[in-house]
Structure formats: structure tokens, C-alpha cells
């Protein structure tokens, strides 16, 4: 059995800052000035009191100085003398709900928002808070040169497997994963409770077998939680202690915890299990219109993006770099874990609303000023691609600007009555909240009440209790998907509406469109080898696509969903009215938050969900799925015409077209979710670097499995 004398103890005080959460945003910034405050007094009397770290988010600097500016200089200095640790990223997200490009584009903003204030980000991948991690995360982290992962939430059964420090690996990355011991606050609140002896040796009792399994003799302590001030009195408790345990104790900073990667076992995968601390993945189906916006928002963003970005390859105008990060900054404000996953009082998310309507303003700009007002149809992805306009069928080729005559096909269109018998609404009570869905009594099918042919389309009505839903099936010739509006009026309370999409594939697992990635998941997963803090759920979640056998189906902004032998069911409400239960739900036995009511989580009133069918999927790679979801969900724009500036093609996905960081030249970026090697072909010459656009990187235009790679294309090309 290992003892404290066997290890050494590194201490992280620290404060975990939500910027909203069960109050609003501008409550808890005037409570970060008066915390930073006292970090500040605190590092300045005490030398001994070496450093304090600032979360792992860039946005609390900005966030202080907005209520103290006349502490900036303070701030800067401490930063300066390394007694501060900030970043890497801007802001804490869900790492799941939000796409690959945001999770880019927060590292990279984060970056910046450092270097900023005088100081480099901090090289821990600190991301202690979030809900989960996507399988993707170890190669984002490694493209920004950070190779420690620090996390509290996602370790399942993989814990008997890798144990609490593995390898954890994406294509040919990997980051060093650390799970913390068990969570982001082992070593809080010590002058309130005084038991530090007794919680440093429980933390040895229970973990310190697995940290010497792995190698280690270093234990990660992290003094500080949501929201707490910095205790004052951290170095006289730690001399104490280690007179007490015989075991060095010292303050430092999260990046000083560097583990030897060296004979570690290797994990890949996403880390979404509840084993050591509840992941509260019910937040997928929670306010389902935030989700709804921030897809919106987000696939709005990065076609005016590119946009920007042809008309610059084209015409040598310059790039509206700053335009633009001040848009990525604006939606990644809306993404802290608190925030998109719909879990905080009824004021934040109604600030969030009207975030997301500025944001949209801003754009109204952007595009105005990248395309043009010329009157052509713009493709912004870079495959030929056809869509329906204004009733009529069309087809561009990629990053493309043309006013094309509508397509003649001589097909038949599906036949919707045999698709619509595939298509039910099913509605249960839900007695959980925000965070959970904890199910209680029987579900119910909707009623069929009626049903018409309208063209091309069908629509049909179904009826449940205070719940009307109205449903578009709607077929075009020429178009290899079946769209589907479902409008739902909703007075209902405490329950949650899907609808069904039956199947009969006969296969044992689905694929998911993740960040980067395409998610294989088993339709039932392997049973617990151990009891877990909260049990596994059924439903899972997906940035748009999801395929069982050949059904395929394609969202917008719809991420929940459950795969099963009978077919794919998709979440369009769940309607609840509070943060969260006390403890003792049976589907979350520990709480989550606060007990705080919140009407608006309900839901009422009418809503629009959009989403489509293929029947091909098992016919298409993985790229071509993402690629099916993109071009379902990324409409034309209009603009100016123009001919393709750049031409790119292969079996992969494109990401974004961006301007440089440093403003000198263009960066694509694309991505191989298929389990083989494919060749990426380019119009222009450009070279690799890394993700984060510091340095260049190895490889040239073939893609390995799983591999994310960013061009370079230099100014003297265009």
C-alpha cells in the first residue's frame, strides 16, 4: 500500500471561474474583480506564495481588467514574473457541443488574448470542467505543442485499462492524459475544513497504487474550486503537512506537471464515461434552441469565412482578419460548458439569445463586404454541389459564384408514404433536469391525425397531449436526400419528445459525425465493470450525421440521439424546470448544481426542427457522410459571380479557409476521418504547418487515418 512519503505533492491554487452559471454573466464578473483582487494582495505580501492560476481560460484576464482596469499594470507584472498561469484556451467549452473549428479557434484566440497581456499560454491542456472529450482532442492539443491533458470528467471503465495517466492518442498524436485525483478540487477549502493530512492520505489510499503503475511520483493537488477566493494561509498549512507526512509539498503551476509519457498504456477514443465523476451528457438535449442558434451561427460564420477568403485568392483584396476574430470571439462566448449546454438560470441563456442576434449583425456586414451584391448563387464548400432555390434545382461547382439554369432530372422521386411509415413521435415525462434526463412513466406515440400531398412534399400532423407537430416531407428529383421540417407546438411540461426514424439494418453499431471525426459507437454498450457515479446512458451525441446500416440521418443543430436494433431516435425537446435535482435522481444519484427553477427550460411554444434522410449509408466512406452533412446544412449564398480560385479534391472533408494569424497568406485546413490513407490534391502550392500556425509540420498532401492537416498557402500565389 503507498504511502504520502512515497510521492512528492505539487499544489496548483487556483479558482475555476464559470462566467455564468446560476447567476447571470455580470453578477459573477464583479465577483471574479473582487477574487483576482485577493490573488493579487495575496502574491504580492507573500513571496513564499509562488504562483495562483487563473483557470485555464484566457477570457478571465479580459474579464478582470474590464472591472479593474486600474489593476491591469498589477496583472501584467505577476503574469510577466511567471507568479500567474492563463490559458491556453479563451474560454472553458463543451468540448462536444460545439464544432472542430471552434475548438481551434478558442486555442488559437486563447493564444492571442495571452500573448496580449505579455505572457505565454499555459502548456497544460487544463480543461478540468467539461462534459466529456471528443476522440479528436489529443491531435488538437498537440497541433498547439501542448502534450499534457488534465481533466476531471469522461474516465468510464478505460480506468481498469489505462489507469489515471495513459497515452492518449488521435491519428498519429497523443497527449499525455491525466486524470485528476478525483477531481479539479481535492485540495479545496482547507482553512475552512482542516482535514489537509486526512485528504492527502485519502488521496494516497485510493489513487496512489495507480499513479506508481503508471510510472509517477508526483501528486497533483488542485486547491481551489468554482468561484473560491485563494487561501491566504496555503504555505504555512503546506509546511505543516509535510513535517506531518514526511513528503515534499510544494506551490506551482499546472504546466510544471509533466509526466513521462515513457511505457504508458495507449488510449483512443472519446472519454465520455461517468465512472469517477458524473458527465451530465443529458445537457446534449437541454434548451434544444441554443443548440439550433449556435449551429446556425457557427456554419454562418465559417462560410463568410471562406467567403472572405476566395474573394482575397482572387482579387487580392485584403483578408478582413480583424472583422472576423472579432465574430469567432463573439461565438466563442457562447460556448463555456454552463452556457451552450443550456444548465444555467433562465437570464443567461436569454443573454445568449440576443449574443447570438449581434453576432449575426456582424456578419450581415462581413458578407455584404466578401461577396458582393451581384446576384449569383455562391458555393462555399469546395465539392460540386445541388440544392433546391426558390423551388427549382440547381447545381454549382465548388467555391464557386454562378447564376446556373435550373437541372432537368428524369427520376422518379421517393416515395414518401412508404418513408413516412418509417417516421413516428414518441413522448415521455421527464422528472429529471437540466443536466439529466430521468424518465418516469410511460411513453406515448403521437397521433396520426392527418395527412396531404402538397407537390413534392407531404405533410403530416400528429397529436399529442399539448403537443402539435406538424411534418414537411419534402422530395426534390436530383436530390439524394428526403428534407424533413418538423414544427412543434409545445404547452407541455417536464417531458421529452423524439421522433423515430425505424430501421431494420440488422448491424451492431453507428456512426457519428464528431469533431474531425466519425464516431463508431456499439448500439448496446459493454456492461460496467465496476459501479459507476453515474450510470450510462443510451443516448449519444453528433454534430449532424448519423448513420445505422444505410439510414443515414442529417440534423441541424439537433445533437442527441439513440441508436438501437429498431431504428435511430432523435431528440427534438426535453422540457424540464431546473438546473438541478437534489440528489437521489436514479439516473444521476449525485447532484449537479443548484436547485434553482427555471420556466424557460420548458420550452413552450413553437419551435422548428430541420433534418433529413439518405437510405445510402452504407454505400458512402466516412468523408462522404461529413461531407452529405455539410452540404445538407450549408445553404448558397449570393453574391457576386466568379470562377473557382482554388480547386482542392479527394476522399476528405474540407474545414475551413481562414486568413493566416499572422496575416501573411491563407490557411486551409482539412481532414481524413476514413480508416485508410487518402491524397489530398491542390490547385496552388502551399506548404504544411502546424495546427496552431507557428511552425511548419511534416507531411505533405497524403492524409494518415484520422489526420488533420493545415496548409499554408503563401501571398505570393495569388
Not at 494561509?233 to 510544494?250: D, F, S, T, V, Y
Request: aromatic letters at 8%; hydrophobic letters at 40%.
Amino acid at each position: 500500500m503507498a504511502e504520502p512519503a512515497d510521492f512528492h505533492f505539487l499544489v496548483v491554487p487556483h479558482t475555476h471561474w464559470d462566467r455564468e452559471w446560476y447567476l447571470p454573466f455580470e453578477t459573477f464578473r464583479l465577483r471574479l474583480g473582487a477574487v483576482v483582487d485577493g490573488v493579487l494582495d495575496t502574491l504580492e505580501r507573500d513571496p513564499s506564495f509562488t504562483s495562483f492560476t487563473l483557470d485555464g481560460q484566457a477570457i478571465v484576464l479580459e474579464d478582470y481588467v474590464e472591472v479593474r482596469p486600474d489593476n491591469e499594470e498589477r496583472l501584467r507584472t505577476l503574469l510577466a514574473a511567471g507568479r500567474l498561469e492563463a490559458g491556453p484556451s479563451y474560454v472553458l467549452p463543451d468540448e462536444i457541443l460545439v464544432g472542430g473549428e471552434s475548438l481551434v479557434r478558442n486555442l488559437l484566440l486563447g493564444r492571442r488574448v495571452c500573448l496580449r497581456f505579455g505572457v505565454e499560454p499555459s502548456r497544460a491542456g487544463y480543461m478540468p470542467d467539461s462534459f466529456g472529450h471528443p476522440a479528436q482532442l489529443p491531435q488538437i492539443l498537440a497541433g498547439f505543442g501542448i502534450r499534457t491533458f488534465l481533466f476531471s470528467r469522461g474516465m468510464g471503465d478505460q480506468l481498469d485499462d489505462v489507469g489515471v495517466v495513459f497515452r492518449w492518442r488521435a491519428g498519429a498524436s497523443d497527449v499525455v492524459a491525466c486524470q485528476m485525483l478525483p477531481h479539479y478540487d481535492n485540495f479545496a477549502r482547507l482553512t475552512w475544513y482542516d482535514d489537509a493530512e486526512e485528504r492527502v492520505r485519502g488521496i494516497v489510499e485510493r489513487f496512489g497504487d495507480r499513479v506508481r503503475a503508471a510510472g509517477g511520483d508526483t501528486i497533483l493537488l488542485a486547491n481551489g474550486s468554482d468561484h473560491l477566493p485563494v487561501e491566504p494561509e496555503l504555505p504555512g498549512i503546506l509546511n505543516g503537512l509535510e513535517q506531518a507526512l514526511g513528503a515534499e509539498l510544494r506551490i506551482g503551476r499546472y504546466e510544471e506537471f509533466q509526466p513521462s509519457g515513457e511505457g504508458l498504456a495507449v488510449y483512443e477514443g472519446e472519454l465520455v464515461g461517468s465512472r469517477l465523476q458524473n458527465v451530465l451528457r443529458g445537457v446534449n438535449s437541454a434548451r434544444i434552441y441554443l443548440k439550433q442558434a449556435n449551429e446556425h451561427a457557427e456554419r454562418r460564420l465559417l462560410s463568410i469565412e471562406t467567403a472572405a477568403a476566395l474573394r482575397t485568392l482572387r482579387e487580392g483584396e485584403p483578408f478582413p482578419a480583424d472583422d472576423l476574430r472579432l465574430a469567432w470571439r463573439d461565438l466563442l462566448r457562447n460556448h463555456p460548458h454552463d452556457s451552450i449546454c443550456g444548465c444555467s438560470c433562465d437570464e443567461v441563456h436569454r443573454d445568449m439569445l440576443v449574443r447570438y442576434e449581434q453576432l449575426g449583425r456582424t456578419l450581415d456586414f462581413v458578407e455584404r463586404e466578401a461577396l458582393g451584391v451581384g446576384g449569383a448563387l455562391v458555393n462555399t464548400l469546395p465539392y460540386r454541389r445541388r440544392r433546391a432555390v426558390d423551388g427549382q434545382l440547381v447545381e454549382l461547382e465548388g467555391f464557386t459564384g454562378a447564376r446556373p439554369e435550373p437541372l432537368v432530372v428524369d427520376e422518379a422521386p421517393p416515395d414518401l408514404e412508404r418513408i413516412a411509415g418509417l417516421v413516428s413521435f414518441e413522448d415521455e415525462p421527464d422528472v429529471g433536469d437540466l443536466y439529466t434526463f430521468c424518465p418516469s412513466g410511460t411513453t406515448v406515440s403521437a397521433s396520426l391525425i392527418s395527412s396531404r400531398q402538397d407537390g413534392n412534399s407531404l405533410v403530416l400532423e400528429h397529436e399529442l397531449p399539448e403537443i402539435r407537430i406538424e411534418t414537411t416531407l419534402r422530395a426534390v428529383p436530383g436530390l439524394d436526400r428526403v428534407e424533413v421540417t418538423s414544427v412543434v407546438s409545445n404547452e407541455a411540461s417536464d417531458h421529452r419528445l423524439r421522433v423515430l426514424i425505424r430501421s431494420d439494418a440488422g448491424v451492431d453499431e453507428v456512426g457519428a459525425e464528431s469533431q474531425f471525426a466519425v464516431v463508431r459507437r456499439p448500439l448496446a454498450p459493454p456492461p460496467q465493470r465496476a459501479e459507476w457515479v453515474e450510470p450510462p446512458v443510451a443516448t449519444a451525441h453528433t454534430l449532424g450525421a448519423v448513420a445505422l446500416g444505410p439510414l443515414v440521418l442529417l440534423t441541424k443543430g439537433l445533437p442527441e440521439y439513440e441508436a438501437s436494433a429498431d431504428g435511430l431516435r432523435l431528440t427534438l425537446l426535453r422540457c424540464v424546470g431546473m438546473i438541478s435535482r437534489p440528489s437521489g435522481l436514479p439516473t444521476r444519484p449525485l447532484s449537479a448544481g443548484p436547485d434553482i427553477a427555471t420556466p424557460d427550460g420548458q420550452c413552450r411554444g413553437r419551435h422548428v426542427f430541420e433534418y433529413a434522410l439518405r437510405f445510402d449509408g452504407d454505400e458512402l466512406s466516412n468523408a462522404a457522410l461529413v461531407r452529405a452533412s455539410q452540404d445538407y446544412r450549408a445553404d448558397f449564398l449570393r453574391g457576386d459571380p466568379f470562377a473557382p480560385p482554388l480547386v482542392l479534391g479527394g476522399d476528405i472533408v474540407f474545414s475551413c479557409l481562414k486568413g493566416a494569424e499572422d496575416s501573411n497568406g491563407l490557411v486551409l485546413r482539412v481532414f481524413n476521418p476514413n480508416d485508410e490513407p487518402e491524397s489530398l490534391t491542390l490547385s496552388v502550392p502551399a506548404r504544411r504547418i502546424r495546427l496552431d500556425e507557428e511552425a511548419d509540420a511534416d507531411g505533405g498532401r497524403e492524409l494518415a487515418p484520422g489526420e488533420i492537416a493545415t496548409f499554408l498557402v503563401l501571398e505570393e500565389y495569388y
